[in-house]
Each structure stands twice: as C-alpha cells, then as structure tokens.
C-alpha cells in the first residue's frame, strides 16, 4: 500500500499540471478575446466572474473567514497592487505583444521576487541565487530582443514586453509584501481577499469601456474566452495552486510553472500562428534553468 505522503503526492502533481495547461492556454485565450473587447473591459467582465465563481467554491467548504480588523488596510492595499496594478499591466502587455512573449516575461517573476527582497528588506542570497538572477534576466532580454523575426526596439512588441516587464515586478511585489498576511492567514484566505478587493477596482476602471460595447457583435468564441479566462484561469487556477502548496509545499508547487511558458509557445503556434524564434527557444531555456536553481536547494530564497 502506498503511504498517507504518497497519496498526497499523486493529486497535487496531477492537479498542477492541470493548472500549469489552464495557464499556458490562457495566453491565447486572452489573445483571440482582445480582438473583440478592449482591454480595460475584458477585466471588468472576467474577474467578477472570477470573484463569484471563487466566492461560491469558498462557500461550499464552510465559513469564510475575514482578517483582523488592524490588517485591513494592507489586504486593500495588496488587494491594489496585484489584481489592479498588476492586471492593468498584464491585459495591456498581452494585448500589444505576442502570447509567446508574455509568458516569457512573466515568467521571470521570481527573479524578481529575490530582487525585491534584497533591495526592500536586506536579505541575503548565495552566489547561487545571483548567477540564477543574471540568468533570468539575460534569457528575458534575449526574449525581448529576437520575440519575433520583425521585432525592433520600437514596434509594438517591445513596448508590450515592457510593461509586462513592469507587471512582472508588480507581481514580485506583492509576493514579498504579503508573506507576512500569507503566514498568518493561509494563501487561500489572502488570495481570495485580494481578489475580491481588486476586482472593485477593476469594474470601476472598466465601466467607460463597457458602456462603450455593443454586447451584440461579441462572438461566441469571444464569450466562451471571458469564461475561460475568469472561471478558470483565476479562480479555479486561484484553487489548484494553493492545493499544491498545501500538499506539496511552495517549492515544489512553483516548480510546476516552468511548465506554463512551454504550453503557451506550443498553444501560440497552433492557434496563433506564432512563430517561436530561436531567441524564444533560448530565452526559455535560460530563463527556466535560473528560475530552477533560485528555486533548487543551493537557493536560499523564502519567497519562491
């Protein structure tokens, strides 16, 4: 018989897999919805969806619990910064680069994290970490420079990788400046707070937008894709992840999103035509590969 942590083991890895294909996918997803809804609108649509869907899930579980009335203030704030900020950046970067692309860049977030926490809060890192950084951030260049065979430093390409750049540091942020609410509280609890603060937020900024769209001309392919993108790609996404970190721990859980940039190539190039450059294949080796030995037992970084 397989032991009680051999049960546990099988779940989680198959339930981050699946997370790490809802993500990877969603790039496109977002890709083909973009083409008919502006940016601002297609968050103030999906993440109420998101909310309600993840509200409902909670529910069904038991009581809901709320945070102390002192933390308040910096659940909002968080709450701000990476389902506000953070999405702002992110729908406006997919929106003017490649799929590809933005999941490359994006997947440099833990390089930054270890940035952030030397830089906010003094923390030390090995030499290991840092050779791990200069590696992320050398394959994020190379991605950036040679995305695709007609990319130059002022198309639209190299703009939308920057602010991702930018929402990618939004996101590290956020990171180190909730560890603290995550060890009291649970992920769970702090994720779906933040959530629900943010997606206020998000409405609110793309109310101008919505009133602007005539419903009428969205497609159903458009429709299926705003779904997708709020049912699954956060909240269910929201779910799976934090079942990992329950089961199988932080590292092991974060490990599972190097997956995330190969599905979005592969799903870009069918769906989209995209084409991947050797640069993509190159930025994506080295990227991973630092974003591993960050997280590999010579890092001593808390915060991946």
């Not at 990877?24 to 103030?44: C, M, Q, R, W, Y």
């Not at 420079?145 to 939004?170: H, K, P, R």
């Amino acid at each position: 018989m397989l032991s009680q942590s051999q049960n546990h083991s099988i779940s989680p890895n198959i339930a981050l897999i699946a997370l790490s294909i809802i993500w990877g996918i969603n790039f496109s997803v977002l890709k083909v919805v973009l083409t008919e809804i502006d940016p601002l609108a297609l968050n103030a649509l999906r993440f109420p969806l998101a909310a309600v869907t993840l509200l409902i899930i909670l529910r069904c579980r038991g009581p809901i619990p709320l945070p102390q009335k002192h933390h308040w203030a910096q659940i909002v704030v968080l709450g701000l910064l990476c389902n506000l900020v953070y999405q702002i950046l992110f729908i406006f970067g997919i929106d003017a680069t490649l799929a590809g692309n933005a999941s490359l860049v994006l997947a440099t977030t833990p390089i930054w994290t270890i940035v952030l926490s030397t830089v906010l809060f003094q923390k030390q890192h090995t030499i290991t970490t840092w050779i791990a950084v200069l590696a992320g951030l050398g394959g994020m260049v190379l991605v950036i420079s040679g995305g695709s065979s007609t990319t130059n430093f002022s198309d639209g390409l190299f703009q939308g990788d920057l602010i991702l750049v930018a929402a990618a540091i939004t996101w590290a942020l956020y990171t180190v400046g909730a560890q603290d609410m995550i060890i009291r509280y649970g992920a769970l609890s702090v994720t779906s707070w933040t959530l629900w603060i943010g997606t206020i937020g998000l409405v609110l900024a793309g109310l101008p937008s919505l009133v602007k769209i005539d419903f009428r001309m969205i497609s159903l392919m458009a429709w299926a894709g705003v779904f997708y993108a709020g049912t699954f790609s956060i909240a269910i996404a929201y779910l799976l992840w934090n079942y990992g970190l329950e089961h199988i721990g932080t590292a092991r859980t974060a490990t599972f999103s190097n997956l995330v940039p190969v599905v979005a190539l592969i799903t870009a190039a069918i769906w989209l035509n995209e084409e991947t450059t050797v640069s993509q294949i190159l930025g994506a080796i080295i990227i991973t590969g630092g974003v591993w030995l960050a997280r590999s037992k010579k890092s001593d970084s808390d915060y991946l």
